[in-house]
C-alpha cells in the first residue's frame, strides 16, 4: 500500500475533520444512538479500549496509526504521562496532528512511520495503543510482533479494529475482500479469534476483550447522520465516502462485521 494511496483515501477524511473541528478518525462508541456528540463518542472509545490499563506520570506511550493525532492528544491531556508519541503512515495527517500542538511545550509527539517497522528500541514502552488501524496492515502477525518487540515485560497492547467472523462466507462474494479494499490496502479484514491465535503465538497473555460492535455501530450512525443533516454537501469529495460509512456502519449493525477491543500484556 503506498502513502499516496492512504493519502488519497483519507484526504476527504482531512477535510471533513476540518470542516467539524474533530481530532478523530474512528467510528466511536455511543451508549446510545440518540444522545451525544461525535466527537465525544470518538473519545470514549479511546477510554473504551484503555479500560482499566495503568497509565502513570512515568509512562511512555506509543500510539500506532495515530491519524490526526486525536487519541494522543486525549490520553496525553488526561494521563499526563511522561511520553506519549504518535506514529503514523500518512505524511499529511502527521503534519496535520502537528498542527494542533505548535509552540506548546508540553504535547506528545508525532513521527511519519510504518507499523511493521516500529522505530524503537527493545523493551521501550509501557503502553501500546493502536485503534482502528491494523485493518490496513498487509502483515498483522509482523505488527504484533514488533509491538511485543518494543513493549517492555508486563507493557500492554491496546488493539481495538474492525474485524469479520464471515471471511469465509463471504470469500466467493470477495464482498468483505472489498470492504478492506475501500480501506485503500490489500490487506484482509481478521476474526477476533485470528487474533487471539496472534497474540498467543507472540506470547501475549490476553487480559479484557470486550465486543463493542454496537456501540461503535450506534456512534458510526449518529456521527454520518449529523454530517449529513450539517452539511456534508459543504465537504466536497466525502459524498463517496459518506454512502460508504454508511455500508460499514450497515456491516456492523447486522453484524456482518464487528469491532472488537483487546488488551494483552507482554509475558
Ligand atoms: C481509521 S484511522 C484511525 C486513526 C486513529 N487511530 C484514530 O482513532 O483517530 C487509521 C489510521 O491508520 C493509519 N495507517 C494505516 N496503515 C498504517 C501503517 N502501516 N503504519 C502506520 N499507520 C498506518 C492510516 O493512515 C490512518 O491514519
Sequence with gaps: M?????????????????AYGLLGYNAGYAQNRSEGSFDQHQKDLVWRLIGNVPITPESTVLDVGCGIGGPSSWIFERFRPARVMGLEFCPSSVRAAERNWTGKA??????????????????SVDVIFNLESALHYSDKNRFIAECHRVLK?????????????????????????????????????????????????NRFELVRYEDVTQGASDSLYGGLMMIGKKGWKAAKGFRGRF?????????????????????????
Design 2 to 18: 503506498s502513502q499516496q494511496s492512504l493519502h488519497a483515501f483519507y484526504e476527504p477524511n482531512l477535510r471533513l475533520t476540518r
Design 106 to 123: 508540553s504535547r506528545p509527539y508525532f513521527i511519519h512511520g510504518d507499523a511493521h517497522h516500529l522505530p524503537f528500541p527493545n523493551d
Design 243 to 267: 454512502f460508504y460509512l454508511r455500508f460499514v456502519e450497515w456491516l456492523l449493525r447486522f453484524r456482518l462485521m464487528s469491532y472488537d477491543l483487546f488488551n494483552v500484556v507482554k509475558k
Design 153 to 201: 515485560p508486563g507493557g500492554t497492547l491496546c488493539l481495538g479494529d474492525i474485524c469479520t467472523r464471515w471471511r469465509r462466507t463471504f470469500r466467493c462474494f470477495e464482498m468483505l475482500d472489498n470492504v478492506a479494499g475501500q480501506f485503500s490496502t490489500q490487506s484482509h479484514l481478521w476474526s477476533p479469534d485470528q487474533y487471539r491465535e496472534a497474540f498467543d503465538a
